[in-house]
Protein backbone atom coordinates (compact mmCIF):
# COMPACT_ATOMS: atom_id res chain seq x y z
CA UNK A 1 0.00 0.00 0.00
CA UNK A 2 2.98 2.48 0.84
CA UNK A 3 4.38 1.82 -2.58
CA UNK A 4 1.30 2.33 -4.47
CA UNK A 5 0.88 5.87 -2.27
CA UNK A 6 4.39 6.53 -3.18
CA UNK A 7 3.96 6.05 -7.03
CA UNK A 8 1.39 8.48 -6.98
CA UNK A 9 3.18 11.22 -5.14
CA UNK A 10 2.18 14.38 -6.75
CA UNK A 11 5.15 16.47 -8.69
CA UNK A 12 5.42 20.10 -8.21
CA UNK A 13 7.02 20.83 -11.86
CA UNK A 14 6.57 19.59 -15.46
CA UNK A 15 9.52 17.17 -15.52
CA UNK A 16 12.09 16.87 -18.58
CA UNK A 17 11.56 13.50 -19.95
CA UNK A 18 13.57 11.45 -22.45
CA UNK A 19 10.95 12.65 -24.81
CA UNK A 20 10.52 16.24 -24.69
CA UNK A 21 10.49 18.46 -27.54
CA UNK A 22 13.08 21.13 -28.17
CA UNK A 23 10.07 23.22 -29.70
CA UNK A 24 6.89 22.84 -30.96
CA UNK A 25 7.00 21.60 -34.59
CA UNK A 26 10.16 18.87 -32.65
CA UNK A 27 8.44 15.70 -34.02
CA UNK A 28 10.08 12.33 -33.78
CA UNK A 29 7.68 8.90 -34.16
CA UNK A 30 8.46 8.00 -29.95
CA UNK A 31 7.32 11.55 -29.35
CA UNK A 32 4.22 11.59 -31.30
CA UNK A 33 3.27 8.31 -30.41
CA UNK A 34 3.41 9.51 -27.01
CA UNK A 35 1.80 12.61 -27.24
CA UNK A 36 -1.08 10.76 -29.08
CA UNK A 37 -1.38 7.98 -26.61
CA UNK A 38 -1.80 10.25 -23.51
CA UNK A 39 -3.93 12.46 -25.36
CA UNK A 40 -6.56 9.83 -26.54
CA UNK A 41 -6.34 8.16 -22.76
CA UNK A 42 -7.20 11.73 -22.09
CA UNK A 43 -10.20 11.66 -23.91
CA UNK A 44 -11.74 7.63 -22.88
CA UNK A 45 -11.02 9.56 -19.10
CA UNK A 46 -13.53 12.10 -20.29
CA UNK A 47 -16.13 9.65 -21.81
CA UNK A 48 -16.04 7.92 -18.37
CA UNK A 49 -17.30 10.47 -16.69
CA UNK A 50 -20.16 11.52 -19.30
CA UNK A 51 -20.46 7.60 -19.66
CA UNK A 52 -21.27 7.81 -15.43
CA UNK A 53 -24.03 9.94 -15.75
CA UNK A 54 -22.59 11.82 -12.42
CA UNK A 55 -22.12 15.10 -14.02
CA UNK A 56 -19.20 16.55 -16.44
CA UNK A 57 -15.92 18.63 -16.11
CA UNK A 58 -17.08 21.96 -17.36
CA UNK A 59 -15.72 22.11 -20.82
CA UNK A 60 -17.77 18.66 -21.50
CA UNK A 61 -20.72 19.95 -19.72
CA UNK A 62 -20.34 22.84 -22.64
CA UNK A 63 -20.04 20.17 -25.14
CA UNK A 64 -22.73 18.02 -24.19
CA UNK A 65 -24.85 21.01 -23.62
CA UNK A 66 -24.00 21.94 -27.45
CA UNK A 67 -24.24 18.29 -28.28
CA UNK A 68 -27.92 18.11 -27.26
CA UNK A 69 -28.82 21.45 -29.53
CA UNK A 70 -27.56 19.90 -32.57
CA UNK A 71 -27.12 16.49 -34.35
CA UNK A 72 -23.22 15.99 -33.69
CA UNK A 73 -21.68 14.11 -31.36
CA UNK A 74 -19.96 15.02 -27.93
CA UNK A 75 -16.72 14.37 -29.61
CA UNK A 76 -17.94 16.26 -32.31
CA UNK A 77 -19.29 19.12 -30.38
CA UNK A 78 -15.37 18.93 -28.14
CA UNK A 79 -13.60 18.78 -31.46
CA UNK A 80 -16.00 22.49 -32.77
CA UNK A 81 -15.54 24.25 -29.53
CA UNK A 82 -11.70 23.34 -29.61
CA UNK A 83 -11.34 24.97 -33.04
CA UNK A 84 -13.51 27.97 -32.17
CA UNK A 85 -10.88 28.57 -29.03
CA UNK A 86 -8.16 28.30 -31.21
CA UNK A 87 -9.24 31.02 -33.38
CA UNK A 88 -9.64 33.22 -30.37
CA UNK A 89 -5.64 32.67 -30.37
CA UNK A 90 -5.13 34.99 -32.98
CA UNK A 91 -5.88 38.62 -31.37
CA UNK A 92 -3.55 37.05 -28.42
CA UNK A 93 -0.67 36.41 -31.44
CA UNK A 94 -0.04 33.19 -30.20
CA UNK A 95 1.18 30.31 -31.73
CA UNK A 96 -0.13 26.74 -32.03
CA UNK A 97 2.45 23.39 -32.02
CA UNK A 98 1.95 20.09 -33.32
CA UNK A 99 0.43 19.06 -30.22
CA UNK A 100 -2.43 21.79 -30.05
CA UNK A 101 -3.77 20.34 -33.36
CA UNK A 102 -3.45 17.15 -32.08
CA UNK A 103 -5.18 17.61 -28.92
CA UNK A 104 -8.18 19.09 -30.87
CA UNK A 105 -8.45 16.06 -32.96
CA UNK A 106 -7.53 13.23 -30.61
CA UNK A 107 -9.36 13.98 -27.62
CA UNK A 108 -12.77 14.53 -29.70
CA UNK A 109 -12.04 11.06 -30.89
CA UNK A 110 -11.03 9.76 -27.67
CA UNK A 111 -14.54 10.91 -26.13
CA UNK A 112 -16.50 9.17 -28.86
CA UNK A 113 -15.06 5.90 -29.04
CA UNK A 114 -15.56 5.81 -24.84
CA UNK A 115 -18.97 6.84 -25.36
CA UNK A 116 -19.95 4.33 -28.23
CA UNK A 117 -17.94 1.09 -27.09
CA UNK A 118 -18.19 1.93 -23.04
CA UNK A 119 -21.75 1.53 -21.13
CA UNK A 120 -23.09 2.60 -18.42
CA UNK A 121 -23.52 0.79 -15.29
CA UNK A 122 -26.89 1.13 -13.26
CA UNK A 123 -24.85 1.04 -9.65
CA UNK A 124 -24.00 4.34 -8.14
CA UNK A 125 -20.90 2.82 -7.08
CA UNK A 126 -19.40 1.70 -10.35
CA UNK A 127 -20.68 5.25 -11.46
CA UNK A 128 -18.54 6.74 -9.16
CA UNK A 129 -16.03 4.30 -9.88
CA UNK A 130 -16.02 5.78 -13.33
CA UNK A 131 -15.61 9.23 -12.37
CA UNK A 132 -12.44 8.82 -10.47
CA UNK A 133 -10.60 6.48 -13.52
CA UNK A 134 -11.89 9.17 -15.54
CA UNK A 135 -10.23 11.77 -13.61
CA UNK A 136 -7.47 9.44 -12.85
CA UNK A 137 -6.71 8.73 -16.82
CA UNK A 138 -7.43 12.42 -17.51
CA UNK A 139 -4.63 13.07 -14.81
CA UNK A 140 -1.77 10.57 -16.67
CA UNK A 141 -2.86 11.74 -19.92
CA UNK A 142 -2.38 15.26 -19.07
CA UNK A 143 1.23 14.12 -17.81
CA UNK A 144 2.11 12.77 -21.06
CA UNK A 145 1.04 14.71 -23.77
CA UNK A 146 2.12 17.62 -21.71
CA UNK A 147 5.66 16.75 -21.47
CA UNK A 148 6.20 16.13 -24.72
CA UNK A 149 6.17 20.02 -25.23
CA UNK A 150 4.70 19.95 -28.03
CA UNK A 151 2.54 22.58 -27.76
CA UNK A 152 -0.62 23.47 -25.07
CA UNK A 153 -3.79 22.55 -26.06
CA UNK A 154 -6.39 25.08 -27.54
CA UNK A 155 -8.22 26.21 -23.75
CA UNK A 156 -4.65 26.33 -21.93
CA UNK A 157 -2.90 28.39 -24.44
CA UNK A 158 -5.78 30.64 -24.66
CA UNK A 159 -5.52 30.77 -20.82
CA UNK A 160 -2.02 31.35 -20.79
CA UNK A 161 -2.34 34.05 -23.73
CA UNK A 162 -4.95 36.25 -22.08
CA UNK A 163 -3.09 35.82 -18.61
CA UNK A 164 0.18 37.36 -20.26
CA UNK A 165 -1.78 40.12 -21.77
CA UNK A 166 -3.74 41.12 -18.87
CA UNK A 167 -1.79 40.73 -16.27
CA UNK A 168 -4.56 38.48 -14.30
CA UNK A 169 -2.82 35.79 -12.30
CA UNK A 170 -3.52 32.99 -14.17
CA UNK A 171 -5.74 30.95 -11.66
CA UNK A 172 -7.99 33.61 -11.98
CA UNK A 173 -7.91 33.67 -15.65
CA UNK A 174 -8.86 29.48 -15.46
CA UNK A 175 -11.20 30.33 -12.87
CA UNK A 176 -13.37 32.26 -14.89
CA UNK A 177 -13.05 30.82 -17.89
CA UNK A 178 -13.96 27.44 -16.61
CA UNK A 179 -17.22 29.17 -14.28
CA UNK A 180 -18.84 30.59 -17.39
CA UNK A 181 -18.09 27.50 -19.61
CA UNK A 182 -19.36 25.69 -16.87
CA UNK A 183 -22.79 27.88 -16.92
CA UNK A 184 -22.76 28.61 -20.22
CA UNK A 185 -22.87 24.32 -20.93
CA UNK A 186 -25.91 24.13 -18.18
CA UNK A 187 -27.92 26.57 -19.76
CA UNK A 188 -27.60 24.53 -22.83
CA UNK A 189 -28.85 21.06 -21.12
CA UNK A 190 -25.07 20.22 -19.87
CA UNK A 191 -24.82 17.52 -16.84
CA UNK A 192 -23.42 18.83 -14.10
CA UNK A 193 -23.57 17.19 -10.33
CA UNK A 194 -21.37 15.38 -8.25
CA UNK A 195 -18.52 14.51 -10.96
CA UNK A 196 -18.11 17.93 -11.60
CA UNK A 197 -17.67 18.99 -7.96
CA UNK A 198 -14.92 15.78 -7.93
CA UNK A 199 -13.37 16.91 -11.39
CA UNK A 200 -13.16 20.19 -9.92
CA UNK A 201 -11.39 19.04 -6.62
CA UNK A 202 -9.49 16.16 -8.05
CA UNK A 203 -7.97 16.99 -11.43
CA UNK A 204 -5.18 19.47 -10.11
CA UNK A 205 -3.41 16.51 -7.80
CA UNK A 206 -4.21 13.97 -10.67
CA UNK A 207 -2.27 16.13 -12.66
CA UNK A 208 0.18 16.39 -10.45
CA UNK A 209 0.22 12.61 -9.70
CA UNK A 210 0.80 12.00 -13.56
CA UNK A 211 3.78 14.44 -13.82
CA UNK A 212 5.08 12.08 -10.77
CA UNK A 213 4.69 8.81 -12.07
CA UNK A 214 6.30 9.93 -15.35
CA UNK A 215 9.09 11.34 -13.35
CA UNK A 216 9.61 8.65 -11.29
CA UNK A 217 9.68 6.36 -14.35
CA UNK A 218 11.75 8.36 -16.54
CA UNK A 219 14.48 8.21 -13.86
CA UNK A 220 14.64 4.67 -13.46
Keep these: MKRFIDALRPHK ?4 TPWSAAHRWDLSFKRV ?3 TFGLFIFGIGDSLIIISELGNAPWSVLAQGVATKTSISIGGATFLISCLVLLLWIPLREKPGF ?5 IVVIAIGIDVGIALIGTPELFIFQLLYVFLGIGLIGIGSALYITCALGPGPRDGWMTSLHRRSGIPVGRVRTAIEIS ?7 LGG ?3 LGTALFALLIGYAVAAGFGVVSRI ?3
Design 181 to 187: VLLAGWA
Design 33 to 35: SIL
Design 218 to 220: TKE
Design 13 to 16: TIPI
Design 191 to 193: RIG
Design 99 to 103: GTLAN
